[in-house]
């Protein structure tokens, strides 16, 4: 299902802030930003229209490198995807739970869609 996937992506988000915290420690004075992104459209992969909390590629670029110079090593790129990670995280334990089964379960199902129809 996404295992794979989101490991991968807690592997970055890891990765950036230890490769910060080292530039740092060799009093190198280079900025390093990961990018946490949401979902996004007008990919190969999402060809949704542009929603609130799904924003086209052009959008989410424009966010993420307004983010940089923020003074942080990682952050949410736009502000909506913020705005869902803040809402989830005020959620009781069995409610993001049961949510992120959706979402992954959701995403399973069209992946095994697409997979059928190439």
Known sequence: ??????????FVNCMTESVARELVMQGKDVEVLGIRVGEVCGTAYNKNTAALFEPDAKTMARAALARVGCGRTTVIGYWAHALQVAGLHLAPKLIQERSMQNVIRTRWKTDQLMMKSE
């Open 1 to 10: 299902m996404l295992a794979p996937y989101a490991s991968s992506k807690r």
